[in-house]
């Protein structure tokens, strides 16, 4: 059971637009992650939000989670090829905490 | 080194052989994770190891996967008679604090 989903699934861009990813899912968080990954690698971590309706700006990235904290969101403003990776969201669950349950991911291609 | 060290980065082995996959944390840090990650998609709880408690092993997906933490720090993860779709990218990542996961670069199974 997918208790996280991503949409979309695989994006291609232009340099210069913006961009909204998804992460949904009908169960509460105590917190949502942002991670993103590139080939060969681990993911890496972007952000944690831990608040209802929690904003945070990381550059041209912001992420949202939402007020009752089931979803999140990561908006990409003026996107550079060096975006390009895979981005995940990961939930940390009521009952146990130290278990992230990962979303399938958004992979993104931002073309010069 | 000061990240998460995972060998063999790649492995290679014949259908119904035990495998070993090794990580080692980042210094200090008192919890370890296994994850599994398939052709590109999210990842996969599999296991986690929190000092000296009892591991969480409810991700682990049969009982030819077992892993161990000797000494609080390096962890083996063995998966025995391994089928092929054990194919995928283990994960290990270590956190000092409960939601802040860094990631090894992983270690690539192919069961032929």
């Known amino acids: 059971t997918q208790l996280l989903e991503q949409s979309p699934q695989f994006l291609s861009i232009q340099e210069g637009e913006n961009l909204t990813v998804y992460c949904n899912s009908s169960s509460v968080f105590s917190s949502l992650q942002w991670y993103r990954q590139e080939p060969g690698e681990g993911p890496v971590l972007l952000v944690t939000?831990?608040?209802?309706?929690e904003v945070k700006k990381l550059k041209r990235l912001t992420f949202q989670f939402g007020d009752a904290r089931k979803d999140s969101s990561l908006h990409i403003t003026a996107a550079q090829p060096g975006d390009t990776g895979l981005y995940l969201c990961?939930?940390?669950?009521?009952?146990?905490?130290?278990?992230?349950?990962f979303g399938s991911g958004t992979r993104l291609l931002v073309r010069p | 080194g000061a990240g998460v060290s995972q060998s063999p980065s790649n492995k290679v082995t014949e259908k119904g052989k035990d495998v070993e996959l090794r990580c080692d944390p980042i210094?200090?840090?008192?919890?370890l994770y296994w994850y599994r990650q398939s052709l590109g998609q999210g990842l996969e709880f599999l296991i986690y190891f929190q000092g000296n408690s009892a591991p969480d092993k409810s991700g682990l997906p049969s009982d030819r996967f077992s892993a161990e933490r000797t000494g609080g720090s390096v962890s083996t993860l063995t998966i025995q008679r391994t089928q092929q779709e054990d194919s995928a990218v283990y994960l290990c990542?270590?956190?000092?604090?409960?939601?802040?996961?860094?990631f090894g670069e992983g270690s690539r199974l192919t069961v032929l």
């Open positions: 939000v831990v608040t209802g309706g």
């Open positions: 210094s200090g840090h008192t919890a």
């Open positions: 990961a939930g940390a669950k009521l009952d146990s905490s130290y278990k992230l349950i």
């Open positions: 990542a270590s956190s000092l604090t409960v939601g802040e996961l860094f």
